[in-house]
């Protein structure tokens, strides 16, 4: 398929190439957040109608578009590991998703959190939190398959196949949810989400927004991306490439 | 030639089983896998039947990648493996109708003569699951006694058999080779004293 | 004496080998016939449940109705499902299955719609009844029963996927249901959907017809993702 993705198919060539990266997400994604979360906190006005609390979606948005965009990465990953059988992609899919489980429970968290000083529930079935809490459910789904398989590459497949069944559900997934929302009762707090994220949101509060989603997502990725590595490692520990990153002396083997 | 293994190549885990295994079988032709237990003999029996993808290599049905000509492939083979894929709840004869049909084979008459062969008179019509494991087996075994289908794969086809139905396994073979067919089977029985040639592939347990 | 290099059997007919899949497994399947009955008692009992936990007010049994009705539908599936493959993984009919000169896909579809004969239909056949214990208003009854019909053959169709899937793990069960609860949702939410419009007095036409393209579509696409799963299963 596409030449340069091959190389990449040995795990030993992703590595390194993560490895290199890894600065080039860290250290932005640090700076970033401390950005996002300064502007966010301090500096950006109160809203009109929540006043302080709605600060709060600074960590409550990136942490779900983040979730959903992990998933399809997730899937893409099934997808490579599935059809053209590459290793790697097997690897990256495990350390995609707990990493995506995380950002959806803390959208969950902060969603049900957005709600209770405003309006004394904990929790409330508006429809982003239901879309996230099946969402969660598919994230839990994809690693308990992985993990109930004593053969690893078998879980490897059968948790690919899975994500990849589960990415195609999720467009409907979301459309019925936010269907079924609009079809009962119409909540303060879903009108209120709904409007904070619409585009009329004020440039005041849009840019710090923006950062942080930037920010999210450069952490999230490093997050991943040393997941990735220290599973890579951790397969491959037996060959000569790993022993020698890891300072270990190779002892001369026959076979090799 | 009938199937081709080559450069086969399993890996169970972390383990590789075995590598650069090739086979040649010919029309005609028995071939026993040895090997200590753990091996990999089954594994291999099931990679040459198509079941488990073989980490390395490929196996060839008539020179044809079996990917390529699977239906082609698998309306010529027979395979039995630990498994014998005789539905408990029904009958033997009720088992064997099924796996008859789906070769397009239909008893003119119910086939207790087939069953004869394997040695299960009068256990013909009452469910499978009321008969012994050995018996269950033997069932799957009067598979061979009507399939048309020119190679057979067996994983340890002797077992359950007692001596009389050694010797009458031993026979078809015998009749199955004249005509053409093609066996690959592992076994613990000794095949030495035979009277066909017995070609042998060796796996060795890899650590 | 020169030996045929060419078999000389004509191939035998999918529809043939199709049709042999659904008679041997309905065969088996009504030689253990309170297997067939126990989801279908499940279901009964649940739906006495309600009345009890919830309180016996008819306007409030009946607003639920559907929603209770489906829900339960959907568990008493989830009892039922192991039965497509589980069994055979066991036996070695499963590897045999696909062994047979025929795509896999196909012989997967045949065992998908026994399933759904072995399972829906009885649950079919009781509706009436459920619609009357939950006092579902009797307009509302046949739209509860096409929603049935029309939506049912998606549970079978993914739970042959996730059967697929788990078919050679002992644990089974819970996970089953984990994998394949968050994929239904859709359906019950267009399901209960249909109920209300018409309870409602609107058409019932737009839910209706996506329960009908998701059904559709997953009998065709499930077959693939079947075959995919039974692959990572039966080594």
């Given at each position: 398929m596409w030449q340069w993705l091959h190389p990449y198919a040995k795990p030993e060539a992703t590595f390194h190439l993560v490895q290199k990266l890894l600065p080039w997400f860290l250290i932005p994604g640090l700076i970033l957040s401390a950005v996002a979360l300064i502007w966010g906190l301090a500096i950006a006005p109160p809203d009109?109608?929540?006043?302080?609390?709605?600060?709060?979606i600074f960590v409550h948005v990136p942490a779900a578009m983040w979730s959903m965009g992990f998933y399809v990465a997730m899937a893409i990953a099934g997808l490579l590991a599935l059809v053209w059988q590459i290793r790697t992609a097997e690897l990256a899919l495990l350390a995609i998703a707990p990493v995506g489980a995380v950002l959806t429970f803390i959208s969950l968290f902060t969603g049900a959190l957005w709600g209770q000083p405003m309006w004394?529930?904990?929790w409330v079935w508006d429809a982003r939190l239901t879309a996230q809490l099946i969402l969660l459910f598919l994230y839990m789904g994809v690693m308990a398959l992985y993990i109930a398989f004593e053969d690893e590459r078998a879980g490897a497949k059968a948790a690919s196949i899975l994500a990849l069944v589960g990415v195609i559900n999720i467009p409907i997934i979301h459309y019925s949810v936010y269907w079924w929302n609009t079809l009962h009762q119409q909540s303060t707090v879903t009108r209120a989400i709904t409007r904070l994220e619409a585009?009329?949101?004020a440039p005041d509060m849009l840019y710090p927004l923006l950062v942080s989603i930037v920010a999210m997502m450069l952490v999230s990725a490093v997050l991943v991306m040393k997941r990735l590595n220290n599973e890579i490692l951790r397969r491959e520990i037996h060959r000569p490439w790993a022993l020698t990153y890891l300072g270990i002396p190779v002892v001369q083997r026959n076979e090799e | 030639m009938l199937l081709q293994g080559r450069e086969l190549q399993s890996v169970r885990g972390e383990r590789?089983?075995?590598?650069n295994i090739n086979l040649d079988v010919a029309s005609g032709q028995l071939w026993q896998i040895e090997g200590?237990?753990?091996?990999?003999k089954s594994s291999l029996l099931r990679i040459l039947a198509g079941l488990l993808p073989a980490q390395q290599g490929d196996v060839l049905f008539q020179g044809e990648v079996i990917q390529q000509c699977r239906e082609v492939y698998y309306h010529d083979l027979l395979f039995i493996g630990h498994?014998?894929?005789?539905?408990?709840?029904?009958t033997a004869i009720e088992n064997l109708e099924f796996y008859a049909a789906v070769e397009g084979h239909e008893f003119s008459t119910p086939p207790y003569d087939l069953l004869a062969q394997v040695g299960l008179v009068g256990l013909e019509?009452?469910?499978?699951?009321?008969?012994?494991a050995g018996q269950q087996r033997r069932i799957a075994l009067a598979r061979l006694w009507f399939s048309q289908t020119r190679l057979w794969i067996l994983d340890?086809?002797?077992?359950?058999?007692?001596v009389d139905g050694i010797a009458m396994l031993h026979d078809r073979f015998q009749a199955h080779l004249a005509q053409g067919g093609a066996i690959i089977l592992t076994s613990h029985?000794?095949?030495?004293?035979?009277?066909y040639p017995v070609h042998r592939l060796q796996l060795r347990y890899q650590h | 004496m020169s030996k045929p290099t060419q078999s000389t059997r004509k191939p035998v007919a999918s529809g043939q080998i199709f049709r042999q899949i659904i008679r041997r497994d309905l065969r088996v399947a009504m030689r253990q016939r309170s297997d067939l009955l126990n989801p279908l008692i499940f279901l009964l009992i649940v739906i006495t449940l309600f009345p009890l936990g919830v309180g016996p007010g008819p306007d409030i049994l009946g607003r639920i109705a559907a929603g209770v009705i489906w829900v339960s539908a959907l568990l008493s599936a989830m009892l039922g499902l192991e039965r497509i493959f589980r069994d055979d993984f066991r036996d070695g009919a499963l590897e045999q299955l696909m062994l047979l000169p025929v795509a896999v896909e196909f012989s997967v579809l045949a065992k998908i719609i026994v399933h759904w004969l072995l399972t829906a239909v009885p649950v079919l056949i009781i509706t009436p009844l459920l619609a009357l214990l939950l006092n579902l208003?009797?307009?509302a009854w046949g739209v509860l029963w096409l929603t049935l019909l029309i939506g049912t053959p998606i549970l079978s169709a993914a739970g042959a996927i996730g059967v697929a899937l788990t078919?050679?793990?002992?644990?089974?069960g819970a996970l089953l249901s984990l994998l394949l609860l968050p994929l239904l949702v859709p359906l019950l939410i267009f399901a209960t959907a249909a109920v209300e419009a018409t309870l409602a007095?609107?058409?019932?036409?737009g839910p209706l017809a996506l329960i009908g393209a998701f059904s559709v579509l997953s009998v065709t696409l499930a077959p693939f993702a079947v075959k995919a799963g039974l692959r990572v299963s039966v080594n």
């Open positions: 009109y109608q929540q006043g302080e609390s709605y600060r709060i004394g529930t904990w585009p009329s949101i | 590789v089983l075995f590598s200590p237990n753990g091996a990999g498994k014998s894929g005789i539905k408990p709840e029904l019509d009452i469910p499978a699951q009321r008969l012994s340890e086809p002797f077992t359950a058999l007692d029985q000794d095949l030495h004293s035979m009277s | 208003p009797i307009q078919v050679s793990l002992n644990k089974g007095g609107v058409s019932p036409a």
